[in-house]
């Protein structure tokens, strides 16, 4: 991908993973790369294999100055909704970095508060390579979660979608009912718990 040239200084990028699913906490990665130490094949994580995407995040934790993964909870999601808890998980991810970036490219319209400068670039996942690095760390992170939770919940499936609202995943919410790990505050759910 023709990626954009990085600002000077430390330059983070972020992004989330798991603001449509029904179920599971939302995901974010915070990563500043290093220059020196390029990775081949980045890009947006929903445009490479899960296989792929498990090899990329290996190199990114062993290759990167910095990166960091944090989460808001699903009670979270439901307190302040969607897109105040992704801003707030990607505010934990830079907060969680071992150091400063002087400046944060944020994938989508959004920036959180950050105590640097930042700006948001709509479809970054596919454009900047520390954006797309985050995209990789932030959906690698939530789908491994997801297959934990699969183990406690198999009736639901989430070792297949993830979570994310499948007609597979709606039917089993209508024959088995709402765990705790599912978002309340999202009409499917919220309409299930009106029954």
């Not at 934990?148 to 198999?154: G, L, S």
Request: glycine share 8%; charged share 20%.
């Amino acid at each position: 991908m023709p990626l954009l040239q990085q600002p000077e200084g430390l330059v983070c990028g972020i992004d989330e993973a798991g603001r449509g699913p029904l179920a599971g906490p939302v995901v974010a990665a915070a990563v500043i790369l290093d220059p020196a130490n390029p990775i081949a094949g980045l890009n947006d994580s929903k445009k490479l294999s899960a296989k792929r995407r498990e090899l990329l995040a290996v190199e990114i934790r062993a290759k990167a100055l910095a990166w960091a993964v944090a989460e808001a909870s699903v009670e979270e999601i439901d307190r302040i909704n969607i897109l105040q808890a992704s801003l707030l998980a990607m505010q934990r991810a830079v907060e969680g970095l071992g150091m400063q970036p002087s400046h944060a490219l944020v994938d989508g319209n959004r920036c959180p508060k950050l105590p640097c400068t930042s700006e948001a670039i709509i479809g970054g996942d596919g454009k900047v390579a520390s954006i797309a690095a985050a995209s990789i760390l932030a959906k690698t992170v939530r789908d491994a979660g997801m297959l934990e939770m699969h183990a406690a919940y198999p009736h639901y499936g989430f070792d297949r979608h993830m979570g994310y609202p499948t007609a597979a995943h709606l039917k089993a919410l209508r024959e088995h009912g709402v765990t705790p790990i599912h978002r309340r505050s999202y009409a499917p759910v919220a309409q299930l718990l009106l029954l």
